[in-house]
Every structure is written in structure tokens, then in C-alpha cells.
């Protein structure tokens, strides 16, 4: 039996949730802490200078997410993504990324990050085994960057950090873009016009009511439609079939070849349907949705010596009775209202 089937088989086994979705994607949240403080997840007006953050006991071991990210590919688990808060700031990550690419079955490791550390970081982690990194860049004015990253970061900082992505070669990254209306929406042809030709993907993601702090209003949103309207009308843009159903952003291409975006319209055209996402907070809960209220404990378990089949049982039997899909319910859940989400600081994206 080749290897691609095998995997496929072993996925196929993977459980499926009460929508018959089956678990494939883990996001791993490994420090709750940012450097940043962009208004859409962690506004700077909420969280104090000396806003009580986990301490280091209480977040999850390298050892402790070493063994569960193998209780999860055990269960079909194919692609890990390490989140925050800022994952850099945790000490020694490309120790934990070398455990975590050497696991049988995950055949794709990423990184999500704001980029500002990542130039003293990118050729160990690219050593270690890292394959993919995400960057953030919501916008190329300074002023307006500035603006969206909550007073502590700077443009300037993201393009370092693209070229250090580069310089290691970690190839194609993707680069993306939280757009709302009325902050940094006028800047998107020249964000497009910026990586037209540079072999990265860009991407603009929906302004979503993740958490429950960051003020989200409707009104706000630039639907992703718009955007593409906005972009063909300079550069003319073709479809592109989705590489896997559980994709979040659908895959446009310019049409003289000039390269592919993404949009993850998230609001205006939920997924839900696809989702194969758990989500593993720095303090070991488990999340099944980005738009969860509760998570579920797995730190307790583990350190009370719970055998791996236990876990793993577990895990499965949590999946099985998930029904999320908060996207395609947003404007009957917020009238009934529904309305407290974890934080996306908590989670990652």
C-alpha cells in the first residue's frame, strides 16, 4: 500500500462529528501573550498593561503538546498550525517544532505570526522542520499599520520578516489581511499591486465577531465580493477549484498569470459546512469551533495520568457530539442573543 493511500485510509477512520465532518486540522495555541494589540482581536483598550496572562505553569508543556498532537494524528490529524497570542514569544518554539514535525502522519506544520519576530527565528525554525509560515500585514501605510496593530508595531517590521522567510526558503507564504470598513479598506489594490508577482498568496479575511471584546459590528464588514470587485476592475481575476473542501479561503488567480489570492468570507459566505478545525488553547482546552463559548479540559486529564487511549477516546467522543457552525447561524444566534465567544487571542485564527 503506497503512502498517500495509506494516509487517506487513516483519515477515512478519523472521526466525524454529529455534521459528518471529520477531524483533520489541529491549531495549537501555545502562549496567550501578544506583542500586538490589533483592534480585532486583542484591542489594547481591554487588555491592560498588566492584563493577567497565563503563567507559565498553567500553559502546556512542550511535553504535554508533544503528546497530545500524537493522541490527534493518532485520529487523523494531518495538518498542525501553531497559533497564539504572538507563538514567537514562546521560548525555544523550534524545539517544540522539531517534536512536532518528527510525529507519523502530520504532513503539514505551520506557523501563523505577526512577523515581528520572526528574522532571529526563521532559520531555526526552517531547520527544525517548520513548512509553512502565515504572516500578517493588514496594511502598507505606516500610519494605518500602526493603527491596526494597536500602536505597537510597524510596517516595516512584516516586510523584514517576509524577507527573512525568503532568505531561509521557506518558499510561498501566505499573507494576510483583516480588512474593515472604514480603517484600511482603501488600501487593498495597493496591498494587491504589492505582491502581484511575488510568488506569495495574499489574503483578505472578513472582519469576524470572534471573541466578545473587539467591538463587531455588521457594518464594518467589507464583504469579500467587494474586494475582488475592486481588484478585477484594475486586475482582471479567474477562479481557481479549491485544493481540499475544508479550505477556509476561496482561490482566485490574476488572469495575465501575475499569481493567486485568497478571500476567507467567512461572514458573508460562511463555510461551515467543511469545517474540520479543533482548537487546542495554550492552557489545554479544547475548542470545536473558533466561535465557541466553552472549551473543554484536556490539561486536567493529562495530569492526572490519563492513559493515552483514554485521551484519545476522549478527544474522539468530543468531536462526535460537535454540531458547530456559528457562521451560517451568526444573525439567529446574536438575536437570540447569543453573543460570548472565547477570545481569539485564546485560540489563534
Known amino acids: 500500500m503506497t503512502l498517500p493511500v495509506a494516509m487517506r485510509l487513516m483519515n477515512e477512520r478519523a472521526p466525524a462529528d454529529a455534521l459528518g465532518r471529520r477531524l483533520s486540522d489541529l491549531r495549537i495555541s501555545v502562549i496567550d501573550r501578544c506583542n500586538f494589540r490589533c483592534p480585532y482581536c486583542m484591542p489594547a483598550d481591554q487588555y491592560a498593561h498588566d492584563h493577567a496572562f497565563l503563567r507559565a505553569r498553567e500553559r502546556l508543556s512542550f511535553d504535554e503538546i508533544e503528546r497530545l498532537a500524537r493522541i490527534f494524528a493518532d485520529l487523523g490529524v494531518r495538518k498542525l ?22 510525529i507519523d ?11 515581528a519576530l520572526l528574522p532571529r527565528h ?22 494605518i499599520y500602526r493603527r491596526m496593530a494597536g500602536g505597537r508595531g510597524e510596517v516595516g517590521q512584516v516586510l523584514d520578516a517576509i524577507e527573512a522567510a525568503e532568505r531561509t526558503g521557506f518558499g510561498t507564504l501566505k499573507i494576510n489581511c483583516v480588512v474593515l470598513r472604514g480603517v484600511n479598506e482603501d488600501g487593498v489594490p495597493e496591498l494587491a499591486g504589492h505582491f502581484r508577482g511575488s510568488g506569495h498568496v495574499l489574503r483578505f479575511i472578513e472582519y469576524m465577531d470572534v471573541g466578545t471584546l473587539n467591538g463587531w459590528r455588521a457594518d464594518r464588514v467589507v464583504p469579500g465580493a467587494e474586494l475582488r470587485a475592486r481588484i478585477h476592475a484594475r486586475w482582471p481575476l479567474e477562479p481557481l477549484p479549491r485544493r481540499a473542501l475544508s479550505e477556509t479561503a476561496s482561490r482566485w488567480r490574476y488572469a495575465d498569470g501575475k499569481g ?14 467543511n469545517c474540520t478545525r479543533a482548537r487546542l488553547s495554550a492552557d489545554g482546552k479544547l475548542y470545536t469551533c473558533l466561535f465557541a463559548r466553552n472549551g473543554h479540559d484536556l490539561r486536567g486529564p493529562l495530569r492526572a495520568g490519563e492513559s493515552d487511549e483514554a485521551l484519545r477516546a476522549r478527544i474522539a467522543g468530543l ?6 457552525r456559528y457562521s451560517e447561524r451568526r444573525a439567529e ?12 487571542f485564546k485560540i489563534g485564527g
Open 260 to 273: 493567486e489570492l485568497g478571500f476567507v468570507d467567512s461572514v458573508s459566505a460562511p463555510f461551515c459546512g
Open 81 to 102: 498550525r501553531l497559533t497564539g497570542g504572538e507563538p514567537l514569544l514562546r521560548r525555544d518554539l523550534s524545539e517544540l517544532v522539531a517534536r512536532l514535525a518528527a
Open 319 to 324: 468531536w462526535s457530539l460537535r454540531g458547530d
Open 333 to 344: 444566534l446574536r438575536a437570540a442573543g447569543v453573543v460570548e465567544h472565547v477570545e481569539m
Open 122 to 143: 526563521a532559520q531555526a525554525l526552517r531547520d527544525a522542520g517548520l513548512r509553512r509560515i502565515t504572516l500578517s500585514l493588514d496594511s502598507l501605510d505606516p500610519d
Open 105 to 115: 502522519g502530520v504532513e503539514d506544520l505551520a506557523l501563523t505570526s505577526n512577523g
